[in-house]
């Protein structure tokens, strides 16, 4: 599943579109779990999975109640925090978490363009353009990377 190349820490299209399906069909896209690891190609097996989502949430890269991603919590005692892992799949696993919080700022953004579309709705009726924003919206949410990839169309949510 990983890409074991000792030069290559980033995630394939393919690793993120594996992660992105297995968030989709989580209950809370939001929150990484204990397979997540696995989905996302930083592991070969389930249970080294559970343990890299044991060690991040001992840390508090992974807050232990709410499941949110803090990766200013990713210090330069990493690499013995997660010893389970070797030094590359460690890079592998922060390139993960840092595309997953940009995922995540792609995600609330949508909710908020999502919120906002049902705001105006409540106050304006169901106008058809007001519908048809929603439903591109709420695909958006479901578009997979490699397909956000390919649509230059399409905005970027990363930080400035």
Do not use: C
């Not at 940009?102 to 105006?120: C, F, Q």
């Not at 949410?141 to 169309?153: G, H, I, N």
Request: hydrophobic content about 40%; overall charge neutral; charged content about 30%.
């Amino acid at each position: 599943m990983a890409n074991d190349s000792k030069d290559d820490v980033e995630m394939s299209i393919k690793q993120q579109d594996d992660l992105f399906r297995w968030q989709l069909s989580q209950k809370n896209i939001k929150v990484l779990n204990d397979l997540s690891f696995f989905m996302g190609g930083v592991v070969e097996d389930k249970s080294n999975s559970a343990k890299v989502h044991t060690a991040l949430k001992k840390n508090r890269v992974i807050d232990a109640a709410t499941g949110a991603l803090d990766t200013g919590r990713i210090t330069k005692h990493f690499a013995n925090e997660l010893y389970v892992l070797s030094v590359h799949r460690q890079r592998k696993l922060v390139g993960l978490l840092f595309w997953w919080e940009e995922e995540l700022v792609r995600w609330r953004l949508l909710e908020e363009e999502e919120a906002e579309i049902r705001h105006l709705l409540t106050q304006e009726g169901e106008r058809e353009d007001l519908m048809v924003a929603l439903k591109v919206v709420e695909a958006k949410k479901k578009m997979l990377p490699s397909v956000r990839a390919q649509d230059s169309s399409l905005p970027s949510y990363t930080r400035t």
